[in-house]
């Protein structure tokens, strides 16, 4: 069996696609396979992925698609891998040389089923380290969940800086079309490894552009609204696992905070209209309300305050775009296609 399957979905990456490939085929550990699924590009990507696989035909497997997004090019992916661990990347971004070596020579010698690692952030020529968990923890160490329930809240829900094993997604999948796939899947398998290694060090080189989810913050988004099909689906794979009742607590946390993240989202967006925002922003209150009456209480709220500046100050906001009127739903799905309807 190979170590580990690199999945790499892939729509119109030409501009960067060549560095992500290198990183991979220039990885210090060689019993690797990478699967690379055009998702339907419009540009010379299809063609940067041939040339590569002419130089290393033993190594890559190329799947073509229509597009389906980031979760149907990742299942397409997992459906053939044959290594014993799967790395996502983004065809945007790549590893440092030997980050799957380490990662793996980790997860054997520690006898875990997931081992994270930080990122580093480049926005053109710069390039800033950050931890992508919000926690407390410091160095590298193993993390037992049952112990540190709170680590799956913590815990960024981006798949691109963990190494799983694959036995994790025998009954498990990214959901499709929808934006924020990774929050319904990510924190499952973090408590469905109970073990895992927090890597300290960062190996994982995330590239912000103008077509990053990143960019969300401040333009117009028309799939705002899929954040309740993602945290939908998070508590029903918890719940099929039987793991929400032991995960109560954290399944409450990410279901309000994420929600706030997107009222974060709304209230940034450049050249929107108020009014518009206004209406939204409730109805994404209004669906936190439906499940979670007394979500204000909610202590992790404070928390992220705590260590995030600018979620802070969002919400210190918050009140000036509330407004009772458009918080009268009593459905999600008539939330969602309100949502929607602003959004055409």
């Given at each position: 069996?190979?170590?580990?399957s690199?999945?790499?979905?892939?729509?119109?990456?030409?501009?960067?696609?060549?560095?992500?490939?290198q990183?991979?085929?220039?990885?210090?550990?060689?019993?690797?396979?990478?699967?690379?699924?055009?998702?339907?590009?419009?540009?010379?990507?299809?063609?940067?992925?041939?040339?590569?696989?002419?130089?290393?035909?033993?190594?890559?497997?190329?799947?073509?698609?229509?597009?389906?997004?980031?979760g149907?090019?990742?299942?397409?992916?997992?459906?053939?891998?044959?290594?014993?661990?799967?790395?996502?990347?983004?065809?945007d971004d790549?590893?440092?040389?030997?980050?799957?070596?380490?990662?793996?020579?980790?997860?054997?010698?520690?006898?875990?089923?997931?081992?994270?690692?930080?990122?580093?952030?480049?926005?053109?020529?710069?390039?800033?380290?950050?931890?992508?968990?919000?926690?407390?923890?410091?160095?590298?160490?193993?993390?037992?969940?049952?112990?540190?329930?709170?680590?799956?809240?913590?815990?960024?829900?981006a798949?691109?800086?963990?190494?799983?094993?694959?036995?994790?997604?025998?009954?498990?999948?990214?959901?499709?079309?929808?934006?924020?796939?990774?929050?319904?899947?990510?924190?499952?398998?973090?408590?469905?490894?109970?073990?895992?290694?927090?890597?300290?060090?960062?190996?994982?080189?995330?590239?912000?552009?103008?077509?990053?989810?990143?960019?969300?913050?401040?333009?117009?988004?028309?799939?705002?609204?899929?954040?309740?099909?993602?945290?939908?689906?998070l508590?029903?794979?918890?719940?099929?696992?039987?793991?929400?009742?032991?995960?109560?607590?954290?399944i409450?946390?990410?279901?309000?905070l994420?929600?706030?993240?997107?009222?974060?989202?709304?209230?940034?967006?450049?050249?929107?209209?108020?009014?518009?925002?206004?209406?939204?922003?409730?109805?994404?209150?209004?669906?936190?309300?439906?499940?979670?009456?007394?979500?204000?209480?909610?202590?992790?709220?404070?928390?992220?305050?705590?260590?995030?500046?600018?979620?802070?100050?969002?919400?210190?906001?918050?009140?000036?775009?509330?407004?009772?009127?458009?918080?009268?739903?009593?459905?999600?799905?008539?939330?969602?296609?309100?949502?929607?309807?602003?959004?055409?």
């Amino acid at each position: 069996m190979l170590k580990v399957s690199i999945i790499v979905p892939v729509y119109n990456d030409e501009k960067y696609l060549k560095r992500c490939l290198q990183s991979l085929f220039n990885q210090t550990l060689k019993d690797i396979e990478i699967i690379a699924i055009n998702d339907g590009s419009k540009d010379r990507s299809l063609e940067i992925l041939y040339e590569f696989q002419k130089k290393y035909a033993s190594k890559m497997v190329i799947v073509e698609q229509e597009n389906g997004g980031a979760g149907s090019a990742r299942n397409a992916g997992i459906n053939i891998a044959n290594g014993e661990f799967i790395n996502f990347i983004d065809a945007d971004d790549y590893l440092e040389q030997n980050a799957l070596e380490k990662m793996f020579n980790i997860a054997k010698e520690n006898n875990v089923k997931l081992v994270r690692c930080n990122y580093k952030s480049i926005i053109g020529p710069f390039k800033m380290r950050y931890s992508n968990n919000w926690g407390k923890l410091k160095g590298n160490q193993i993390v037992n969940i049952k112990k540190n329930k709170n680590y799956i809240i913590t815990e960024t829900p981006a798949i691109t800086n963990k190494l799983i094993s694959r036995d994790i997604f025998e009954t498990l999948r990214f959901p499709e079309k929808i934006k924020w796939e990774d929050l319904a899947i990510t924190p499952v398998i973090v408590a469905s490894a109970q073990r895992i290694y927090h890597m300290d060090e960062a190996l994982y080189n995330y590239r912000i552009h103008n077509n990053t989810t990143i960019s969300d913050f401040i333009k117009k988004t028309s799939k705002i609204s899929d954040i309740l099909q993602c945290v939908e689906l998070l508590k029903k794979h918890m719940r099929d696992r039987k793991l929400d009742i032991e995960y109560k607590k954290q399944i409450e946390a990410i279901y309000i905070l994420h929600l706030l993240f997107r009222v974060e989202n709304v209230m940034t967006w450049i050249g929107f209209p108020k009014k518009d925002k206004v209406i939204i922003i409730n109805l994404i209150i209004n669906a936190i309300e439906l499940e979670y009456p007394n979500w204000l209480e909610c202590k992790y709220i404070q928390e992220y305050k705590n260590v995030n500046i600018i979620f802070n100050h969002s919400m210190k906001k918050l009140d000036r775009y509330l407004d009772d009127r458009f918080r009268q739903e009593k459905e999600m799905q008539t939330i969602n296609g309100k949502i929607n309807e602003i959004l055409k």
